[in-house]
């Protein structure tokens, strides 16, 4: 009886695991004890796979290149604020 109500459930609903069957069951209206249906449930080696996380290597942070012409801090905002600060000013 647990056998055809499993297959039942899980011929309409693949992916899902132990405890969504099992919910099933007892929505159905059947009172086993969830000991019991478990143990039929792997008998009929209805228990899943558990999938591991794949880890992804750790990556070597590279140097980053600075290029021949570079002034430091002197370029930029500095440049910009100094047009602004010339164009109000002039009449």
Request: hydrophobic share 40%.
């Amino acid at each position: 009886m647990i056998i055809s109500v499993l297959n039942a459930i899980t011929v309409r609903h693949l992916r899902w695991g132990f405890p969504n069957c099992f919910n099933r069951f007892r929505k159905l209206g059947y009172q086993w004890i969830y000991k019991c249906v478990y143990r039929v449930y792997c008998e009929l080696k209805l228990n899943l796979w558990v999938m591991g996380k794949i880890r992804i290597p750790p990556r070597t942070p590279e140097r980053l290149s600075v290029p021949n012409n570079f002034s430091g801090s002197r370029g930029g905002i500095h440049c910009f604020r100094l047009v602004l600060r010339l164009s109000f000013n002039s009449p």
